[in-house]
């Protein structure tokens, strides 16, 4: 069974630029995650999808980023400007009702952004 | 908001000595506690997990000990290895959100050979 994916691995812009990062979640995987994890720190949840829908963006900052999962699959986090303050890897992660442990999220390897 | 504490933020053991950690939550409704190990540079993987009707699970080396009454929860590992050195995190699900996790800030475990 394939692994969550996420591209880029890394990316690095400058302050003011918009930014994109893609995730493919764990084939057959409802519900998908996308974390923010600073240096030192444990991840964070910025938004949670069932399916296409987004049923927890409380923590999104919605003035610079935004999400979405069009057609329940795969799913685009963007920031739009990006400040030095995003700085940080961005997680992206799934799980499923239909396993034995439902609670369980599996996590992609992260893209590494630099803002300059 | 709802937190998770975790204690203590770096470990250093030797090789073959045990390691623990602990963690207390604040949400009461909580009833799911995974453990994750986070290599340098990869992904968070999962180790063990614990749920609110269990008090203590045991995979091998690594257990996960659950006191409900008190919020805590804790990791055990024994006969520790170097390849056990990583950065483990703790989590509990916050009561009825279905999927949120909240993370502690992690403890960075070496293992001396």
């Known amino acids: 069974e394939a692994g969550v994916v996420q591209s880029p691995r890394y990316k690095i812009i400058e302050k003011k630029q918009p930014v994109a990062f893609w995730c493919n979640p764990i084939?057959?995987?409802?519900?998908l995650y996308w974390y923010l994890q600073n240096l030192g720190q444990g991840p964070e949840l910025l938004i949670r999808?069932?399916?296409?829908?987004?049923?927890?963006d409380s923590q999104l900052p919605k003035d610079r980023f935004s999400a979405e999962r069009l057609k329940g699959v795969d799913s685009t986090l963007k920031i739009q400007p990006a400040e030095l303050g995003d700085s940080a890897v961005y997680l992206c992660?799934?799980?499923?009702?239909?396993?034995?442990?439902?609670?369980?999220?599996?996590f992609g390897p992260g893209t590494r952004l630099t803002v300059l | 908001g709802e937190n998770v504490e975790q204690h203590p933020s770096t470990l250093s053991v030797q090789e073959g000595d045990s390691a623990v950690i602990k963690c207390t939550y604040s949400d009461s409704a909580s009833n799911y506690f995974p453990w994750y190990k986070q290599e340098l540079g990869k992904r968070p993987q999962l180790i063990i997990d614990?749920?609110?009707?269990?008090g203590e699970k045991k995979d091998q080396r690594i257990a996960v000990t659950l006191n409900k009454t008190a919020k805590h929860f804790s990791l055990h590992i024994t006969e520790t290895q170097p390849e056990d050195s990583a950065v483990y995190f703790c989590?509990?699900?916050?009561?009825?959100?279905?999927?949120?996790?909240?993370f502690g800030k992690g403890t960075k475990l070496s293992v001396k050979p």
């Open positions: 084939s057959g995987h409802n519900t």
């Open positions: 999808y069932e399916n296409e829908e987004a049923v927890d």
């Open positions: 989590a509990s699900l916050l009561g009825g959100s279905q999927g949120n996790l909240i």
């Open positions: 614990i749920r609110s009707n269990v």
């Open positions: 992660a799934s799980s499923s009702r239909h396993n034995p442990s439902y609670n369980e999220q599996f």
